[in-house]
């Protein structure tokens, strides 16, 4: 981290929404150094040699295939990244890891379950949580692909309640050791797994406990069949049954009921990085899309030169754009605050936990966002291959189908939409993000006359800038009078949480998707980067119709009378365009770019 940086105040978690972010501020995935450049190049080297000529191989559930490709994965050092150096990792920082997250995942969705599995929530609970013996002896095979690991917390009948586990862990009359008895579901990686982290509640505490707990079949651990999936193939997941399983008393991790916390945080940096996990896949689908589209003719055209094909080819290449500045801005705060912390004398354990916690609303933000374009992305895919989009012989079958897995773990989209708005509202009560400050003016300003100065909106995204800003005036005047209409009873009313969650959602991907092209714009000249400009303007389009609409939906479910006609109108000036772009035009000259390029060039 540069003085520079060091020196500022950084932007605390959710404070994005009530301060202005000056462009210089946030990183950019052009920013990246050298060093980070070698290595996206290797991990897609890597990529293109190991995984994308093979994916017949995947798709044919060749688990052993998935195993080979991980121990190739070690050999290079991928699975370390995340790892300090003291334990044999490479101990880059934060932004390299999702780098790394971001290129491995674009091959199939089956290995990079198997990675994110195994580097991710199988390996970080004990490097963030382990004690020195237990770090000392788990992480460094860990990070060699010697051994993989896998993270049992769904049961039968917990899954999102997290908490709610049957599985126990009992102490034993000599006080030496555990025995764990219960069944985990939806395990992943749980066929080739060296090492489980287990949670597992202790006599009726309140909240679990998390054990490291050696994959040892003499040792009361069974394995259900591979679950037959819609997707990721490759990706072994099964039911783990322990049956009187011993795990000596030093094997706890962290404390006696801190396994929720563990499982949570575990959670929030699985989030960002499943976000990263789901850009290279968007790349990629684009180029196929595009080439494929450019080569087939139909009524004597290449299907590319219809609007239709560009309107969708335009919309996929700016979700990615979007989904790019999103994910490396919040990569990027999270790696300051942790330069920070450690400058302060956090550990480096302590300095990734609290600066990740920090950021959990923009992780939460990310995963929803990043997850639903991937998806659509897949989707439209198969819609510009036609006919051939539904035949497991081209790409993008297999692609939609292993999409589809990336709304539902690492937490479902709607409890990561609840989970945003919930540590918003809890951060504004602990004084931590002030919004009930701007919520009041946002109020003031509702019963004033507005003004009708005109600014010059000759400047670059002058406009779209004074939009995001209003934009966010929507969210603080919908959730302000939620939370003082509802209080507590707020958590109650779901589709209310929901619609404001996608109006956060949306300010925080369009106004990164303005700053980086900004940014870019600043450093390069707006002539170089025309359709990122482009790309900017059309999210900031759909954002605003979306905002409106979830907006209205959120008033008209709790506000009567004069409150709601007051509301509506305020919602209508937020969501009010001085000069309104022409959408079909912006779809256009992106889709042009992009079928020149040949592919996703940005
Ligand atoms: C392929 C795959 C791999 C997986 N890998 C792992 C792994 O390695 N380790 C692991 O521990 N788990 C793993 N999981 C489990 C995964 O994390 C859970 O499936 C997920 O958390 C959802 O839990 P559930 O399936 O029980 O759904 P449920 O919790 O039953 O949810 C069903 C629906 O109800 C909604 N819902 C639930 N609660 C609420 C609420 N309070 N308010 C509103 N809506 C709600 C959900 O959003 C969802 O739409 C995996 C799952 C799959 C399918």
Not at 163 to 174: F, H, I, P, W, Y
Not at 228 to 245: C, M, P, Y
Not at 324 to 350: F, L, M, P
Request: charged share 25%; proline share 2%; glycine share 8%.
């Amino acid at each position: 981290m540069d003085s520079k940086t060091k020196n500022k105040e950084l932007l605390r978690g959710g404070q994005f929404l009530v301060k202005e972010t000056p462009c210089e501020d946030i990183f950019i995935l052009e920013d990246i150094n050298e060093e980070q450049k070698m290595m996206r190049d290797s991990v897609i080297e890597f990529n293109d040699r190991e995984i994308i000529p093979n994916r017949k191989r995947f798709e044919n559930k060749d688990y052993a295939f998935t195993e080979q490709c991980m121990k190739k994965a070690g050999e290079m050092g991928f699975l370390s990244v995340a790892v300090p150096e003291e334990y044999e990792g490479l101990g880059m920082d934060f932004v390299s890891t999702v780098l790394v997250c971001d290129y491995i995942s674009s091959g199939t969705g089956s290995f990079s379950t198997a990675y994110g599995a195994h580097s991710g929530i199988g390996t970080m609970p004990i490097v963030l949580y382990g004690n020195e013996e237990q770090k000392k002896k788990y992480v460094p095979k860990l990070a060699s692909g010697e051994w993989f690991g896998a993270y049992c917390l769904t049961e039968p009948d917990a899954g999102s309640d997290a908490n709610s586990g049957k599985t126990t862990a009992t102490l034993s009359k000599d006080g030496k050791s555990y025995k764990i008895n219960g069944q985990k579901m939806w395990i992943s990686n749980a066929g080739f797994c060296n090492l489980f982290i287990v949670f597992a509640r202790i006599e009726d505490d309140k909240y679990i406990t998390g054990f490291i707990v050696e994959n040892d079949p003499k040792n009361g651990i069974t394995l259900g069949e591979e679950e037959k999936k819609l997707g990721i193939h490759a990706s072994s997941t099964r039911q783990v049954f322990f049956n009187n399983t011993v795990v000596p008393v030093k094997n706890m991790l962290s404390e006696r009921g801190n396994g929720f916390k563990i499982a949570m945080n575990a959670l929030n940096i699985g989030r960002i990085k499943l976000a990263a996990a789901c850009l290279d896949s968007q790349r990629r689908i684009i180029t196929k899309a595009v080439q494929y589209a450019k080569e087939r003719k139909q009524f004597k055209t290449s299907i590319i030169n219809f609007g239709a094909i560009k309107a969708k080819v335009a919309e996929m290449a700016t979700n990615a754009y979007v989904g790019e500045a999103a994910v490396y801005r919040a990569s990027k705060n999270i790696s300051d605050r942790i330069a920070i912390r450690k400058e302060q004398g956090n550990s480096h354990q302590e300095a990734e936990l609290k600066s990740v916690e920090e950021y959990a609303i923009e992780c939460s933000i990310l995963k929803v966002a990043v997850s639903e374009d991937a998806q659509n992305c897949a989707d439209e895919g198969i819609q510009i291959y036609g006919g051939m989009g539904f035949s497991k012989d081209t790409y993008m079958e297999a692609a939609w189908r292993d999409a589809r897995i990336t709304r539902i773990y690492e937490g479902t989209n709607e409890i990561n939409r609840m989970h945003a708005v919930g540590m918003l509202i809890k951060k504004a009560m602990k004084g931590h993000v002030d919004l009930l400050g701007p919520a009041t003016k946002v109020g003031e300003e509702l019963m004033s006359v507005p003004s009708f100065d005109i600014p010059d909106y000759s400047r670059l995204f002058t406009e779209e800038k004074e939009m995001v800003t209003k934009l966010k005036k929507v969210f603080l005047m919908v959730a302000g009078k939620a939370v003082q209409t509802f209080g507590t009873e707020l958590e109650k009313h779901q589709q209310l949480l929901m619609a404001a969650a996608d109006i956060l959602i949306e300010i925080y991907m369009a106004e990164s998707a303005i700053l980086r092209t900004e940014k870019l714009a600043k450093a390069k000249g707006e002539d170089k980067i025309k359709t990122q400009i482009a790309m900017a303007r059309l999210y900031l389009y759909h954002a605003v119709e979306l905002i409106n609409q979830k907006g209205k939906e959120g008033i008209i479910s709790f506000a009567e009378g004069d409150e709601q006609r007051i509301m509506l109108m305020g919602l209508k000036r937020f969501t009010k365009y001085a000069n309104m772009p022409n959408v079909a035009k912006l779809r256009i000259q992106i889709a042009n770019k992009v079928a020149e390029e040949n592919g996703y060039c940005f």
